[in-house]
């Protein structure tokens, strides 16, 4: 599975949107970007996922470049329950049996 | 739906005593079920992977003698931490992944572990 870059951490005020930048240089044609959230505490939880097109669902908006480089995830409006930290995922279709693997990820502090 | 359960969700054990993790799927057949480690501000770490029937795949470094994984049916996995010590406490999440509408992990709420 490609590797991806991410900051490793960024503060974002409550109300405001939080871009969250993800490069991921190495991606094949047939990778999918997959976004998680983890509370503290907590298991990951699903966020959204993305082939080439841009996706958007109740809980974010993911925009990926036309060259599939990188993407962003947008949270709309930021709340202090958004702070957790975020993993980018690049991973291969489900079918082919590749699971998730996780790097470091971005913490994201919502502030008042 | 999609629902993923651990119990217990949090154990404290003596050393050298034995911890049997489980994790359920609630509302749909998990055909493969994975086990994550994480340390403290650390990153998720993946263990193995089972598939039902099957003898789970361990990651390079995962001690399968330590970890041991049953995956008897398809809502149902467990994760025994055999002859436990304190290095082993972390936070343990299992993840499940169906068919169809659920051929996506879906993760558990993680069991953290301590050993006395």
């Known amino acids: 599975d490609a590797k991806t870059t991410q900051p490793t951490s960024m503060d974002c005020a409550e109300g405001r949107a939080a871009n969250l930048p993800c490069n991921h240089s190495?991606?094949?044609?047939?990778?999918?970007v997959y976004w998680y959230r983890q509370i503290h505490s907590q298991g990951p939880q699903y966020i959204i996922h993305g082939l080439k097109n841009n996706e958007t669902n109740e809980m974010a908006s993911l925009i990926i470049t036309e060259d599939r480089k990188s993407s962003t995830l947008i949270l709309p409006h930021a709340t202090l329950r958004d702070t957790a930290v975020y993993y980018c995922i690049v991973r291969a279709p489900m079918e082919y049996g590749n699971k998730l693997v996780f790097g470091a990820g971005t913490i994201l502090r919502v502030k008042s | 739906g999609a629902v993923v359960s651990q119990h217990p969700s949090r154990v404290i054990c003596k050393s050298g005593t034995s911890v049997k993790i489980e994790c359920r799927s609630l509302?749909?057949?998990?055909?493969?079920m994975f086990w994550y480690r994480q340390f403290p501000k650390q990153s998720l770490m993946l263990m193995a992977t089972s598939n039902e029937g099957s003898k789970a795949t361990y990651e390079q470094g995962v001690e399968k003698d330590k970890f041991l994984i049953n995956h008897a049916s398809l809502t149902l996995s467990t994760l025994t931490v055999t002859s436990a010590h304190p290095e082993d406490s972390s936070f343990y999440i299992c993840?499940?992944?169906?068919?169809?509408?659920?051929?996506?992990?879906?993760f558990g709420p993680g069991t953290r572990l301590t050993v006395l």
């Open positions: 509302d749909f057949q998990a055909t493969t």
């Open positions: 993840s499940a992944r169906g068919i169809g509408t659920y051929n996506e992990q879906f």
């Open positions: 190495t991606i094949s044609g047939n990778e999918y």
